[in-house]
């Protein structure tokens, strides 16, 4: 009796919903209906920014990070939907904070890339969720994208790896292609989660030998573990 009147109960409040928001927007999150588009006003505050600046240094070479948010309470769950759900209304809300960190930082760049997934890692998605970011990125900074990492090894998942594991890991996977399109150029690497760098380390650096003049690096999310 008690499950049938909760039933009940939410029933009665999912329909005046929908009559007050009757083209049914959802928070991503919390699934209240909302009059904005993707994410309530509380959800969104509850996001921790970060305004850290991460310096990824190994050997001579360093890159400067710009984390958006720290990889932590609804910022994970964004990034988890969108990478392993395919959730791209979850990934319009990171790609749009992500926009914001772009201007804020105010970096003058003349092309937008991305860290690259494996085929194997590709056809099991179906998409590459730093591609899909950086597309949008694109979009709204009015700064084009351009193709030119590949990914040439099937890696383990970054995942359960400590940090010296991480590097090796990763090492020597990653090869630009198109050259032309970077030599000279200032280039803005797109990643969602900077955890020891050493993935979006490698893809600066490949670019880097390639002739970019600079490579800066703006990630989703930065992460402690």
């Known amino acids: ?46 996001i921790k920014h970060c305004s850290d600046v991460k310096i990824i240094e190994k050997g001579k070479n360093c890159f400067s990070a710009f984390p958006t948010c720290y990889y932590s309470g609804i910022m994970m769950e964004l990034i988890l939907n969108l990478k392993y759900k395919g959730d791209f209304k979850s990934g319009e809300v990171i790609a749009n904070l992500m926009c914001r960190k772009a201007k804020e930082i105010n970096i003058n760049t003349d ?41 040439n090894i ?3 998942d970054q995942i359960g790896l400590n940090g010296i594991e991480r590097w090796l890991n990763v ?14 150029k200032r280039i803005l690497l797109i990643d969602d989660v900077l955890t020891t760098g050493a993935t979006s380390f490698y893809c600066a650096n490949e670019l880097k030998k390639s002739g970019a003049k600079e490579i800066f690096i703006l990630t989703a999310a930065k992460s402690d573990v």
């Open 1 to 46: 009796m008690g499950t049938r009147i909760f039933n009940y109960i939410k029933y009665i409040i999912e329909c005046i919903g929908e009559v007050i928001y009757p083209y049914g927007n959802k928070c991503v999150i919390c699934e209240k209906y909302i009059e904005e588009d993707l994410i309530c006003k509380e959800c969104l505050n509850a």
């Open 111 to 151: 092309i937008i890339t991305f860290v690259p997934s494996s085929k194997k890692s590709y056809k099991k998605r179906g998409y590459n969720q730093s591609e899909y970011l950086a597309r949008i990125i694109s979009k709204s900074i009015n700064i084009p994208i351009v193709y030119c990492l590949k990914k």
């Open 154 to 156: 099937n890696t383990k």
């Open 171 to 184: 090492k020597d996977s990653f090869k630009v292609y198109n050259e032309r399109y970077v030599e000279n």
